[in-house]
């Protein structure tokens, strides 16, 4: 008996032993990878974040009754050129709050309607395979409830990077004919489509939203991109802002780093979804054209503008295109007051960000050459954002 007792006090010992000697390499491991330090002054606080989280390059604008207030540049665009505030980045996923305003302004023009079946636009017939006789709508589409699933074993193999970079060869109407026409080259029943029926469940969907660009094409017989320019790019001097690296006429763009490596400058088809390249001074024009108030720089109507923003659904914190969960899903719940719409985006070597209260005019924009990775240096990235939020006032 009593060797029993002794045998489970040597295994507690062991035990607690173990669990010190994890406690202190975590509390080491912490303490070696994120500054603590917090420095009055947001340049020099911003700098020491980003220097500590082995970012390259980083361009910030923070807006303030619908003017930009403070941009802040730090590190490199590429081996070569330094940040400024003309830095084209790609912006990943936030992309698609531009491509979504390209939609409603079809659906303003009367030439597209939320709720029909987006076979009304579409050469070719589009169903869930599970749900045969349920439509997809725009609407679906545009709130990520279309069932429309990302295959990753075939979206990764479309990047352009393994290529050497550059534009993607395929169309937005090859790929979305591929992926979603029954017999497609990429087609799969099991695997591009969710077990939930259309308009049932949010499932975030980079093919829904390449799609989305495909029907624009469709309706207007105009090249996406050359759509979005003339009716967005070119009313809001987005001067600098482009779609594709071909119509770039800058050297002044950020290059993609992954784990301090240079990749090549890449796309893939489904970029209305994620492939945008702008700067902070044309994308703070495109932000407060949602502003509340009307003026000369709003894209949308009001009422369009009002629908868009719509709470949807996924607990009243999804719209169309925006959402009302950006500073929940990085962990600064406590900083969302219900009132700030926003998207980030994280594709290889990239990472954006971008916020805005309509009812202040208040907003800020991050772009950065590195994609936030799953590192304890990313404390530093999440210090950060959570200061610069409460500097915007948002």
Known sequence: MKGGIFLKNKA?????IFLLAFTVITIAVIFTNVDFSNPTKLEEYVNTKLEKANVKGASIAIIKDNKIEKTINYGY???????????????APLSKVVTATAVMKLVEDGLINLDENVNN???FKLINPKYPKK???????????????????VLDELYTIKKGGGDSDITLEQFAKGYLKEGGEWY???????????GEKFEYSNVGYGLLGYIVENVTKMPFEK???ETIFKPLKMRKTEWLHQNIETDNIASPYEYGKEIPQYSFPTYPAGALKTNILDFAKFLTSMSIEETETNILQAETIGEMLKPQLN?????????????????????????????????PGFFSLGLYNREKGNGL???MNKEVEREVSSINLYMMIKRLVKEANL
Not at 12 to 16: E, N, P, Q
Not at 82 to 87: F, I, K, L
Not at 143 to 150: A, G, L, Q, R, V
């Open 365 to 367: 924009i991050i772009f």
């Open 77 to 91: 665009a590429n081996e070569k050129l330094e940040v400024n505030d003309e830095t084209l980045f790609q912006i």
């Open 227 to 229: 759509y979005v320019k």
């Open 315 to 347: 607990k009243g914190k999804q719209a169309l295109g925006w959402s009302y969960s950006t500073l929940d899903e990085l962990y600064l719940k406590k900083l969302n007051n219900g009132k700030i719409i926003g998207h980030s985006g994280s594709n």
């Open 135 to 153: 439509a997809i709508t725009i609407r679906m589409l545009l709130n990520h409830t279309s069932s429309i699933k990302d295959n990753w074993n």
């Open 188 to 198: 799969s029943k099991e695997k591009n489509f969710t077990k939930n029926k259309p």
């Open 121 to 123: 636009y579409l050469p």
């Open 12 to 16: 507690l010992k062991i035990l607690l």
